[in-house]
Protein backbone atom coordinates (compact mmCIF):
# COMPACT_ATOMS: atom_id res chain seq x y z
CA UNK A 1 0.00 0.00 0.00
CA UNK A 2 1.28 3.66 -1.15
CA UNK A 3 1.17 6.11 1.32
CA UNK A 4 1.83 9.63 0.76
CA UNK A 5 2.80 12.60 4.01
CA UNK A 6 3.34 15.46 4.10
CA UNK A 7 4.17 17.46 7.45
CA UNK A 8 5.65 20.58 8.20
CA UNK A 9 2.79 23.16 7.72
CA UNK A 10 2.61 26.17 9.97
CA UNK A 11 1.50 29.96 10.09
CA UNK A 12 4.16 32.09 9.55
CA UNK A 13 4.96 36.12 8.95
CA UNK A 14 5.35 37.32 5.65
CA UNK A 15 9.11 36.86 5.08
CA UNK A 16 9.64 34.09 6.93
CA UNK A 17 10.75 30.76 5.51
CA UNK A 18 8.93 26.94 5.88
CA UNK A 19 10.03 23.69 4.99
CA UNK A 20 7.94 20.88 3.95
CA UNK A 21 8.68 17.32 3.76
CA UNK A 22 7.19 14.30 2.41
CA UNK A 23 7.42 11.16 2.99
CA UNK A 24 6.34 8.26 0.88
CA UNK A 25 6.00 4.51 1.65
CA UNK A 26 5.07 1.18 -0.45
CA UNK A 27 7.08 2.07 -3.95
CA UNK A 28 10.25 1.34 -4.83
CA UNK A 29 12.96 3.64 -3.56
CA UNK A 30 13.54 6.35 -6.27
CA UNK A 31 11.08 5.57 -8.45
CA UNK A 32 8.92 7.93 -9.89
CA UNK A 33 8.31 11.59 -9.92
CA UNK A 34 7.44 13.53 -7.11
CA UNK A 35 5.70 16.84 -6.88
CA UNK A 36 4.34 19.89 -4.73
CA UNK A 37 0.40 20.97 -5.46
CA UNK A 38 -1.38 23.74 -3.40
CA UNK A 39 -4.97 24.85 -2.99
CA UNK A 40 -5.90 27.91 -1.80
CA UNK A 41 -9.91 28.38 -0.66
CA UNK A 42 -11.91 29.45 -3.44
CA UNK A 43 -9.02 28.49 -5.62
CA UNK A 44 -8.11 25.12 -8.26
CA UNK A 45 -5.20 22.92 -7.11
CA UNK A 46 -1.57 24.07 -9.07
CA UNK A 47 1.42 22.44 -9.24
CA UNK A 48 4.41 24.31 -7.88
CA UNK A 49 6.85 22.41 -7.63
CA UNK A 50 8.57 18.58 -9.08
CA UNK A 51 11.61 16.69 -8.96
CA UNK A 52 12.21 13.87 -11.35
CA UNK A 53 13.11 10.32 -9.69
CA UNK A 54 16.90 11.03 -10.67
CA UNK A 55 16.33 14.60 -9.45
CA UNK A 56 17.86 15.71 -12.46
CA UNK A 57 14.55 17.46 -13.62
CA UNK A 58 12.90 20.34 -11.71
CA UNK A 59 9.96 22.65 -12.48
CA UNK A 60 9.08 25.68 -10.42
CA UNK A 61 5.80 27.77 -11.25
CA UNK A 62 6.38 31.57 -11.93
CA UNK A 63 5.24 32.65 -8.53
CA UNK A 64 7.62 30.55 -6.44
CA UNK A 65 10.81 30.45 -9.26
CA UNK A 66 13.44 32.08 -7.29
CA UNK A 67 11.99 31.49 -3.84
CA UNK A 68 11.39 28.11 -3.28
CA UNK A 69 14.00 25.12 -3.46
CA UNK A 70 13.03 21.29 -4.20
CA UNK A 71 15.09 18.02 -3.04
CA UNK A 72 14.62 15.02 -2.82
CA UNK A 73 16.40 11.98 -0.87
CA UNK A 74 15.89 9.26 -3.05
CA UNK A 75 17.33 6.55 -0.06
CA UNK A 76 14.71 7.67 2.21
CA UNK A 77 11.89 8.71 -0.49
CA UNK A 78 11.39 11.83 1.07
CA UNK A 79 10.82 15.13 -1.12
CA UNK A 80 11.36 18.20 0.56
CA UNK A 81 10.19 22.15 -0.34
CA UNK A 82 12.13 24.86 1.22
CA UNK A 83 10.33 27.88 0.81
CA UNK A 84 11.69 31.66 1.46
CA UNK A 85 10.46 34.76 1.43
CA UNK A 86 6.52 33.08 2.51
CA UNK A 87 4.08 35.67 1.10
CA UNK A 88 0.36 35.73 1.93
CA UNK A 89 -0.67 34.33 -1.57
CA UNK A 90 1.42 31.45 -0.98
CA UNK A 91 -1.56 30.44 1.97
CA UNK A 92 -2.79 27.33 0.91
CA UNK A 93 -3.39 23.52 1.74
CA UNK A 94 0.18 21.82 -0.07
CA UNK A 95 -0.38 18.51 -1.07
CA UNK A 96 2.62 16.00 -2.14
CA UNK A 97 1.75 13.77 -5.45
CA UNK A 98 3.79 10.71 -6.28
CA UNK A 99 4.14 8.95 -9.65
CA UNK A 100 4.95 5.35 -9.93
CA UNK A 101 6.59 5.29 -13.19
CA UNK A 102 10.19 5.07 -13.66
CA UNK A 103 10.71 7.86 -16.52
CA UNK A 104 13.03 10.47 -15.79
CA UNK A 105 11.00 14.17 -15.85
CA UNK A 106 8.13 15.60 -13.48
CA UNK A 107 4.67 16.81 -14.51
CA UNK A 108 3.65 20.13 -13.20
CA UNK A 109 -0.32 18.74 -13.97
CA UNK A 110 -2.37 16.64 -11.05
CA UNK A 111 -2.85 14.14 -14.08
CA UNK A 112 0.58 12.97 -13.85
CA UNK A 113 0.64 11.46 -10.47
CA UNK A 114 -1.36 8.45 -9.08
CA UNK A 115 -0.34 8.51 -5.17
CA UNK A 116 -1.51 11.78 -3.05
CA UNK A 117 -1.11 12.96 0.38
CA UNK A 118 -3.81 14.71 2.50
CA UNK A 119 -2.04 18.47 2.71
CA UNK A 120 -0.50 20.32 5.42
CA UNK A 121 -1.69 23.81 5.85
CA UNK A 122 0.77 26.64 5.13
CA UNK A 123 -0.60 30.26 6.29
CA UNK A 124 1.19 33.31 5.91
CA UNK A 125 0.02 36.66 7.25
CA UNK A 126 1.23 40.19 6.24
Known amino acids: QVQVVETGGASVQEGQSLRLYCTVS????????LGWFRQAPGKEREGVAC????????YFADSVKGRWIISRDRYNDTLYLQMNDLKPDDTATYYC???????????????????WGKGTQVTVSS
Open 51 to 58: MSRRGSVE
Open 26 to 33: GLNKGDGA
Open 97 to 115: AADRRPYDGCSAYERGYTY
